[in-house]
């Protein structure tokens, strides 16, 4: 049964922020998409239509509220999604393989499902052999709509407005709504292709918020790298170390943006981790391999521990 839902625009106050709607879904409660490790949560939030206004939260299943909070991880999705709330809330559900990384990751061993080779033979052995030594333990994991916001008649307030409302709304609502750290360090932001764009520009507006920013075949230029290493040195120097993540594969188009990211990164001292794996820029490619990399970086880091690239 849905409460009354109450939705107010990006200017509106604080206190109105805290009230939202939990929208059961078609099997009348939370759904599992196929995810047998994952309560996902429904969720429709105040905000700008057209910023935002959905979200899904998945909840590892078995989550001790007696024991320590599980991180938190806000990821945005891509363009291919931007034109329907419902589409973009479960895009890394049902069409980026979160659910099924999730699992292939929380019951080794992990093995190839594409007839590509995405997953080489070495990289299965590498993963395998860290997951044998430390076991995946998962997060929650907060989906919310990634608007376009490169059709908005001014993208700035546009992005303004997006970095406002994922800080004062989709994270406190992440953390009402299941067992989640409120500290900086574990709370960390990713995003895909746009969404990883968008990522970058709500993680320099809001860096008090995370602890990380990792970015998978990001969508930017290569003329705008440096400009973004400059942003990120200056808030590892305002704000002291975070994590930053920088994936991308073979035959993206974005590849040689995202490796001038990471070179100008090195050039200003920034610590990061940064992969190119096989493959094209495409939904298969996550639902094997990016997705289940993307979840693994986050997981050691949330333990403090390196991350051994393939």
Known sequence: MRTTRRGFLIGASAAAWTFGTTRRAEAGGTTDLGAPDLDVRDLDLPGDRALGRRMTLSIPRGLDPTKAPAPLLVLLHGLGETGDERMGAYAWLERYGLATAFA????????????????????????????????FRGFVIACPYTPNVNKAANPKAALDGYARWIAEVVVPRARREAHV??????????????????????????????????????????????????????????????????????????????????????????????????????????????????????????????????
Not at 186 to 212: H, I, K, M, N
Request: hydrophobic share 40%; proline share 6%; glycine share 8%.
């Open 104 to 135: 292939r990751l929380g019951r080794p061993p992990v093995v190839r499902t594409s007839k590509r080779l995405d997953f080489t033979d070495e990289h299965l052995r590498a993963v395998n052999e860290e997951l044998a030594r430390t076991p």
């Open 181 to 310: 750290a409120t500290d900086v360090a574990r709370t960390a932001l990713d995003g895909c292709s746009l969404g990883g764009y968008v990522a970058l520009e709500v993680f320099s507006r809001r860096p008090e918020t995370f602890g990380a920013i990792g970015v998978v075949q990001t969508a930017i230029g290569a003329h705008r790298a440096a400009g973004y290493a400059d942003r990120l040195a200056a808030i590892v120097t305002a704000h002291g170390a975070r994590g930053v993540h920088v994936e991308t594969s073979t035959t993206d188009p974005f590849r040689a943006a995202n490796e001038a990211l990471s070179a100008e990164l090195t050039k200003r001292n920034v610590p990061h981790d940064a992969v190119v794996l096989p493959g094209p820029h495409d939904q298969p490619w996550l639902r094997e391999v990016g997705t289940l990399e993307m979840l693994r970086w986050h997981d050691r880091r949330f333990r403090g521990l390196s991350v051994r690239n393939p």
